[in-house]
């Protein structure tokens, strides 16, 4: 019996388990020594056998919540109070049933509200209303109340006297004597007392209702239905106490089968909630198999299923980039506050984003993470290379448009510059074949200066395509050329070491822009450059002394430089607080 | 002949102004923009308005939009338009349309006064330019079925003054032949070419221009 093997048993236990079976047996023993055989009395003692049992397995198997011993002390306490029925001519069982009677009802009722944790309606916070009216309900109107009242009925009740009034023909061993004033206005005061908190359980026990998960909700209806009925069942009990005679209590009480079938209900419930955590492990089973199958992306589902959240997100650590990041590979953060709950699995592996109400399932919630660890770390592995391959695809889509928007450039620089002056310079000779003396002497000199400006604009033209001094003397020399062009002073740090084109390219790219940044934003006195390499990495640092705040996608063109550097696998960092000058780090791969 | 000049570059609106003028044009206003343009041809109504393709504010074809505009607006006032595009879309996109006195010419050829000036009297004249870098370059086209190659030396030699917007008396005349003859030649050629004759000078050159570019 696997049921049996994988349940904690506590020497506390042993002694309910023994407890609960010699109740039973009195009491049924009584029942069978005294003839009482109707009906309506095995369908309680089944009820109770029934909620004995989920008691004592719920304890056996979650021992880790109060709900096991909060479910077997409802039976226990009924059956043993039940006792003066069995026994009506017993002092013993007068005194048991005198004093624990009702004392199971209440433990019903708090067992209900503390469904399915062992904590009184967690699903409020404890200091809200709902959560002090729950505790007001089952601690003042329920525990000290009826200890207060079957201490009364304990030492006034007797039974002797009073065929018809209770169960009981005797009194208890702790009888004192008749009553000092009519035990019918204390029974009186008693059943007020009772009206008044009632309507306080099932307000409680219904917004209970209202705050379980679809899957919690199916369990907890026939508690918070079979309770209902307990309780108006109670209700009319009661007002025959309160405003009707004695006498009709007796025919209410035949109906008492009422109440035994809201509580078999509840029983049967918490039964079958029971059943549904065993399985617990069933959908775990099917997880691990859903799991070994599950393509890319079929993780969430699949953890989706087996805990029964459908809102179930998922978010997955990326250590590269130090973010959380979906299934596709797309940044999120992890919410805050109390809509939604967080479950952490592993150390910076994933984390669940829940209902919250699946917090007090700690223990499937740690399974399911556990049984999709492996899973998991593929489903991270995943997005960190979905994530990789989105930006990779927007930096190229980048890359091209800014290569698109740079031939642009090219063909409205040639044909409004350089073509432009040839034009004119075509002109001018063709009206010097015709000018004047002096005329001529002029469109000489205007030719002259256009040529020169055709030419400036033509090697501009040509530097900004590709330097040629990048070309035949590598980086160093270049970047000192960049420097000396650069409005603001720069200190450069460069060997003359020649790099792999590529690289050469990118950086003197980078470096251009950053300076030109510095020159047309940074408002700054002094610039510096440098450019190492060490270990197969090629470190390059432009900073300046000006006023910060410059951003990666900030429209200055460093997206456009994080790209290039990209291309060659390398990262571009901006540092620039504001008014604290701003540092534009590079790292590029570079083997020798 | 008076023109109007169109530029947004001054430097090359004065010296086309002082080279039209050394040739005998009368220049009689500058605009640096479309709308400027507008305002001059509505004011001067030159017989030309000679346009630069690139003008404010995209510096692509505001010279063509502004082209358009004049030929709906003043019918009887010819349009030269200077481009740096070898890009026989253009050229279409100026010669579509009923209207005649119309030019496509690139710009290089402001370093040629006569030739300019030519192509200036031809559309005041009623016909239509295309310049023949142009047509050179799409008739050197390769073509997979080359309806071009069906054509003798002689008719493609017609072919190209068509296309170039000669009309038939143009063309004998630079041939030095009669023009019964290039009426012949013309034949001959927009049959093979698939092209049905008969039609306006302006749609001929279109015609011609679509075929070769196809």
Request: with cysteine; charged share 20%; glycine share 10%.
């Amino acid at each position: 019996m696997t049921f049996w093997r994988n349940g904690v048993r506590t020497p506390a236990w042993w002694a309910a388990a023994i407890l609960g079976v010699a109740l039973f047996s009195f009491d049924i023993a009584g029942y069978v020594r005294g003839g009482t055989t109707d009906w309506k009395t095995v369908f309680f003692l089944v009820t109770m056998a029934i909620a004995l049992v989920t008691g004592l397995g719920v304890w056996a198997w979650r021992p880790q919540t109060h709900m096991g011993p909060l479910i077997y002390w409802w039976p226990a306490l009924t059956v043993a109070g039940d006792l003066m029925v069995a026994y009506p001519r017993s002092r013993t069982a007068a005194t048991l049933g005198l004093g624990l009677y009702t004392m199971g009802l209440i433990v019903f009722a708090q067992m209900s509200l503390s469904y399915s944790n062992g904590k009184l309606v967690s699903e409020y916070p404890r200091k809200s209303l709902v959560g002090r009216a729950a505790w007001f309900y089952i601690f003042i109107g329920g525990y000290a109340a009826q200890v207060i009242q079957n201490l009364y009925n304990l030492a006034v009740v007797d039974g002797r006297g009073c065929p018809y009034c209770f169960p009981t023909q005797e009194r208890s061993w702790l009888y004192i004597g008749k009553a000092p004033f009519s035990l019918d206005w204390w029974n009186r005061g008693w059943g007020i007392e009772i009206l008044v908190v009632l309507p306080i359980g099932l307000a409680v026990t219904w917004l209970k209702f209202a705050r379980q998960p679809p899957g919690g909700r199916r369990t907890f209806l026939p508690i918070a239905v079979g309770g209902t009925i307990a309780t108006f069942f109670g209700a009319t009990v009661l007002y025959f106490i309160v405003v009707a005679d004695q006498a009709a209590l007796g025919s209410v009480s035949s109906y008492s089968w009422i109440q035994t079938a809201g509580q078999l209900g509840a029983a049967l419930a918490v039964f079958v909630g029971l059943l549904i955590v065993r399985r617990a492990r069933g959908p775990i089973g099917n997880l691990v198999v859903e799991l070994r199958r599950a393509g890319p992306g079929g993780v969430r589902p699949a953890l989706a299923r087996a805990i029964g959240d459908p809102s179930l997100e998922l978010a997955l650590w990326l250590p590269e980039r130090g973010v959380w990041a979906d299934e596709s590979g797309v940044e999120m953060s992890l919410p805050e506050g109390r809509d939604r709950a967080v479950t952490y699995i592993g150390d910076d592996l994933a984390a669940l984003v829940h209902d919250p109400v699946f917090l007090h399932q700690p223990a499937l919630l740690e399974a399911v993470g556990s049984a999709a660890r492996f899973a998991l770390e593929n489903e991270r592995l995943q997005a960190e290379l979905r994530a990789q391959l989105a930006e990779l695809r927007e930096s190229r889509a980048r890359i091209v448009r800014a290569g698109d928007e740079e031939r642009r450039r090219l063909e409205r620089d040639l044909h409004d510059g350089a073509q432009q002056r040839l034009l004119g310079i075509g002109m001018a000779l063709q009206l010097l074949q015709t000018a004047r003396d002096g005329d001529r002497e002029q469109l000489l000199a205007e030719t002259e200066v256009e040529v020169q400006a055709a030419l400036a604009e033509l090697r501009e033209l040509a530097r900004g395509i590709h330097p040629a001094v990048l070309t035949d003397h590598g980086l160093g020399p270049a970047v000192r050329t960049l420097a000396e062009r650069s409005p603001v002073p720069v200190d450069v740090g460069a060997s003359d070491e020649r790099l792999p084109g590529e690289v050469e390219t990118a950086v003197y790219f980078i470096v251009a822009e950053a300076l030109a940044n510095v020159a047309k934003h940074a408002h700054a006195s002094r610039a510096s450059v440098s450019v190492a390499r060490e270990n197969g990495i090629v470190r390059v640092e432009v900073s300046d002394d000006g006023v910060g705040g410059a951003a990666l996608d900030g429209g200055t063109g460093l997206r456009g430089l994080a790209d290039r550097a990209g291309a060659l696998d390398g990262t571009l960092e901006v540092v620039s607080a504001p008014g604290a000058g701003t540092r534009v780090l590079v790292v590029i791969p570079c083997a020798s | 002949m008076r023109v109007v000049i169109a530029d947004d570059t001054a430097l090359l609106r004065q010296g086309l102004a002082r080279l039209l003028t050394e040739a005998g044009v009368e220049v009689c206003g500058e605009a640096a923009d479309g709308e400027e343009l507008l305002g001059l041809v509505e004011r001067e109504r030159p017989e030309v308005a000679v346009v630069d393709i690139r003008m404010p504010p995209t510096h692509t074809d505001e010279g063509l939009v502004a082209a358009a505009e004049i030929r709906t607006r003043y019918p009887k006032v010819g349009v030269l338009v200077l481009s740096q595009y070898v890009d026989a879309e253009y050229a279409l996109r100026l010669v579509d349309g009923d209207s005649t006195r119309c030019g496509y010419l690139l710009k290089d050829r402001v370093t040629n006064a006569g030739e300019l000036v030519g192509a200036l009297e031809r559309i005041s004249a009623g016909e239509v330019v295309v310049d023949r870098e142009l047509v050179d370059g799409l008739l050197d086209r390769r073509r997979e079925s080359d309806p071009l190659a069906e054509l003798t030396d002689r008719e493609r030699e017609v072919l190209r003054l068509m296309a170039e917007g000669l009309t038939d008396r143009g063309i004998a005349e630079r041939l030095w032949v009669t023009p019964k003859t290039v009426e012949t030649h013309v034949r001959h050629i927009l049959r093979k070419l698939d092209i049905p004759s008969g039609t306006a000078h302006n749609r001929r050159v279109h015609a011609v221009l679509a075929q070769l570019r196809a």
